[in-house]
């Protein structure tokens, strides 16, 4: 039963991969990646404000930190992923992101003095492989010359920054809640994104529009967060991590049901690599899985 903590997680954050391709022909990336954090803002509010405004003396020496996650993790990596889905699929989008605790890994290296091990570069050469293997379709003599396709790019860029998130949450320990600590993030997110909602097309709230805005601020937002660190409660962060090796699997099922993308032996080859390779790098006992303690996806 404690299993399906991470289960639902791995089901609703593979599913978030789904939202952002279908929200990107039906509302502007700018205007979503607002939304979803206001509505978490709105549900979260009631719940925490008081106490975040008791612990503010406390959360004003680490407000600077809290902003930069916020910019990394909230409006670069979310944003990013939903410009990424009006030119790139849904499994693309889930199989680079899978990448997280790999480049996280790496990153640990000059900010946690964390050891590289043969683990890591094994790992990282088959996942390489792999993507590129999925990404060029078996010609990747066309993938160097022509390059990666715009979507995959941003993706890969948001990736990078979500994984740089994960790593700065591990090496700045702040004496204050999970909970605290998002609810601080989402506002930083709001001001930040408020720019980019300003120029951004306004949405047309319907039964098209609205559902892919409450999913992505209510159910990958809070709801998967919450399953993510109970899961983390009962099994242990090592435990809760390796489910997050299924979600491209997930994923991969999910767009073919309901997006009708074709599924190719590349495809098959890059996540099995890709997938092999992660597992791999972090069978090492001296390495802590990079996804194990993160609140949002």
């Not at 209510?218 to 998967?224: E, V, W």
């Not at 006992?285 to 990079?290: A, I, L, Q």
Request: net charge positive; glycine share 6%; hydrophobic share 55%.
């Amino acid at each position: 039963m404690l299993y399906l903590f991470p289960i639902i997680t791995v089901f609703i954050w593979a599913g978030n991969s789904i939202i952002n391709k279908m929200a990107s022909t039906v509302i502007d990336p700018g205007a979503i990646s607002f939304y979803r954090w206001l509505v978490a803002f709105i549900v979260l509010t009631p719940f925490l404000i008081s106490p975040a405004w008791k612990n503010r003396k406390t959360i004003a020496v680490y407000l600077p930190k809290l902003a930069l996650l916020a910019l990394l993790g909230m409006v670069i990596n979310q944003s990013l992923g939903y410009y990424a889905g009006l030119s790139t699929t849904a499994l693309n989008l889930s199989l680079i992101t899978s990448l997280v605790p790999l480049m996280g890994l790496f990153l640990s290296i000059p900010l946690l003095n964390q050891k590289l091990t043969w683990y890591a570069v094994l790992g990282a050469v088959i996942s390489f492989g792999g993507l590129v293997i999925m990404l060029s379709h078996g010609d990747v003599v066309g993938l160097f010359s022509q390059g990666m396709n715009r979507g995959d790019t941003l993706v890969l860029l948001g990736t990078l920054a979500y994984a740089l998130y994960v790593v700065l949450i591990k090496r700045w320990r702040m004496p204050i809640s999970n909970w605290q600590s998002v609810y601080v993030q989402v506002c930083c997110a709001l001001v930040m994104l408020l720019p980019l909602f300003s120029v951004s097309t306004p949405v047309n709230f319907n039964q098209q529009t609205t559902p892919l805005i409450l999913y992505a601020g209510l159910l990958a937002s809070i709801i998967a967060p919450w399953c993510w660190m109970m899961g983390i409660e009962h099994l242990g962060a090592d435990k809760a991590a390796i489910f997050m090796n299924l979600m491209p699997a997930v994923t991969a099922v999910f767009a073919s049901v309901i997006l009708n993308e074709q599924l190719t032996l590349f495809h098959y080859s890059g996540m099995a690599m890709i997938i092999g390779g992660v597992i791999l790098a972090q069978r090492s006992n001296s390495t802590k899985p990079v996804m194990a303690e993160v609140p949002q996806k």
